[in-house]
């Protein structure tokens, strides 16, 4: 496909399959698919959308809120098989295997939420195990659903919120078919489990997609409430409309088997629990507001 060239514009949007030349950019938060075939010769970029760029796992985009920065990878649209097949070690019943498609794109964090953002966002650091790189620990729903908020507020371009089951399983299988990201079965030098307390985040090697520790280390809080899965809703599923228990996933560092940091694994708690294995991921909605100047 011939790509379109642009010369020497003011613009707030990306187009696909474009070539821009001499541009100037004005990006608020960005549909990934829209760079899709794009490249950018002595091109800048201003706004909220500054910090960005590709690698060997894909597009990448970063904010930075009171000197911390946040890398998050945009998860491109696709379909997969969630849940785990009846053979796989460790299975349980409420993993049954369907197709799901995710329709839309996402932004989601590289890494869990770490404490020295928590800290800067809700001036407190509730963590039992201290360290600004180590994940946020202790924190429950509620508490993270507090956080999101008063980030959203502070920082306008932003649309923070929770993964769902499907999204986060999406991204943590990056691709693959195998109980774990890294293949059918893991070790300790792969995985923060069977241990003592939490490891930096970026501690372990990342996943197809650039996702950190989405495996073990902590617990990670979902959007769904818990329930069975519906498998008649297969794209961009959202779980049951109400319940008692907030989804989790992942598995954490002091699970004596791996079977429970799969990742098909699901578990939940009351939302307002506080547990120091427990932290959370955020994710980031796409917004293309798309104008030219």
Same mark, same amino acid.
């Given at each position: 496909m011939s790509k379109r060239i642009v010369k020497s514009k003011s613009l707030k949007e990306v187009e696909a399959n474009t070539k821009y030349m001499g541009c100037t950019f004005y990006l608020d938060c960005v549909d990934g698919e829209?760079?899709?075939?794009?490249?950018?010769?002595?091109?800048?970029?201003?706004?909220?959308?500054?910090?960005w760029g590709r690698d060997e796992y894909g597009l990448w985009m970063a904010f930075t809120y009171k000197n911390v920065?946040?890398?998050?990878r945009w998860i491109r649209p696709g379909t997969f098989m969630m849940g785990s097949p009846e053979t796989e070690e460790g299975r349980n019943e409420d993993e049954v295997q369907h197709q799901v498609t995710i329709s839309k794109g996402f932004w989601l964090a590289e890494t869990t939420c770490t404490q020295e953002l928590w800290e800067a966002v809700m001036e407190n650091n509730p963590s039992e195990f201290k360290g600004d790189k180590k994940?946020?620990?202790?924190?429950s729903w509620d508490d993270c659903n507090a956080f999101v908020k008063k980030l959203n507020e502070e920082v306008l371009e932003l649309e923070l919120c929770?993964?769902?089951?499907?999204?986060?399983?999406?991204?943590?299988?990056?691709?693959?078919? *195998?109980? %774990?990201? %890294?293949?059918?079965?893991i070790t300790t030098n792969q995985v923060n489990y069977d241990?003592? *307390? *939490?490891?930096?985040?970026?501690?372990?090697?990342?996943n197809n997609w650039g996702l950190y520790?989405?495996?073990?280390?902590?617990?990670?809080?979902?959007?769904?409430w818990y329930d069975k899965y519906d498998i008649?809703?297969? *794209?961009?599923?959202?779980?049951?409309?109400?319940?008692?228990?907030r989804g989790l996933r992942g598995g954490y560092w002091g699970l004596d088997s791996s079977g429970s940091v799969r990742s098909a694994y699901r578990f939940s708690f009351v939302p307002d629990y506080h547990g120091d294995n427990i932290g959370f991921r955020f994710c980031l909605r796409?917004?293309?507001k798309a104008a030219e100047l």
């Open positions: 829209n760079f899709t075939g794009t490249e950018f010769d002595n091109c800048s970029f201003r706004g909220w959308f500054r910090d920065r946040q890398l998050m994940p946020v620990d202790s924190v929770f993964p769902t089951e499907a999204q986060w399983e999406y991204a943590c299988r990056a691709g693959t078919t *195998t109980a %774990f990201s %890294f293949g059918e079965s241990g003592e *307390t *939490t490891v930096e985040v970026k501690s372990f090697g990342c520790e989405m495996h073990g280390n902590v617990w990670e809080w979902c959007n769904d008649s809703m297969t *794209t961009d599923p959202v779980g049951a409309i109400s319940g008692s228990y796409s917004q293309n």
